[in-house]
């Protein structure tokens, strides 16, 4: 499966930001989805991850409450609804897919795709 990302762009602190993260080659509804994020000088780092029917998520702690990941397999298409964002947000954002159970370890995600650029501005 090939992933891209987009949706990524500079917003002042406090706005929002949509990211999708489209798929080709294969149905998305095989995969549990994740996003990751890698913030300048920083290691990448989980963000959120949805199975693959979308009735289970899962988040980190620094974005629970201001992120939210969905999914529409019809569209190929995962998301991730981000608000009330903080400088400490900025980073490339990678979506990722893995076929196995939900995980938010970045060695367990078998396919990614390239990251959006995305800048809080304080």
């Known amino acids: 499966v090939q992933l891209q990302a987009s949706g990524g762009g500079l917003v002042q602190a406090g706005g929002s930001l949509r990211l999708s993260c489209a798929a080709s080659g294969r149905t998305l509804s095989l995969y549990l989805m994740g996003w990751f994020r890698q913030a300048p000088g920083k290691e990448r780092e989980f963000v959120a991850a949805i199975t693959r029917g979308g009735g289970t998520t899962n988040y980190a702690e620094s974005v629970k409450g201001r992120f939210t990941i969905s999914r529409d397999n019809a569209k190929d298409t995962v998301y991730l609804q981000m608000i009330s964002l903080k400088a400490e947000d900025t980073a490339v954002y990678y979506c990722?897919?893995?076929?196995?159970?939900?995980?938010?370890?970045?060695?367990?995600?078998?396919?990614w795709g390239r990251g959006t650029l995305v800048t809080v501005s304080s």
């Open positions: 990722a897919a893995t076929t196995r159970g939900l995980t938010t370890r970045e060695t367990n995600y078998d396919y």
